[in-house]
């Protein structure tokens, strides 16, 4: 499937953007919310922290391109 050169660089730079904010996001996190004692499992490690935020940042502002459906186009053959 090609992709228009034009919104192949809004997607990369929505999704970078994501990543970048999560990142941030993550390390706050681990700063002022995270896990003191060590038993809880993301919280507990800065890296951790930083590399789930920079994963759910990613997911949270990638969209994918709308598929258009098949039957919206499909017309009943008249007789």
């Not at 997911?59 to 009943?76: A, G, I, M, P, V």
């Amino acid at each position: 499937m090609k992709i228009n050169p034009k919104l192949q660089k809004y997607l990369y730079t929505r999704t970078t953007l994501g990543i970048i904010i999560g990142g941030i996001g993550g390390l706050l996190y681990y700063k002022f919310v995270g896990c003191s004692n060590g038993s809880c499992a993301i919280t507990s490690n800065p890296y951790i922290t930083t590399l789930y935020g920079t994963l759910m940042g990613g997911l949270l502002f990638y969209k994918e391109k709308k598929k258009e459906s098949k039957t919206k186009d499909y017309q009943e053959p008249q007789e």
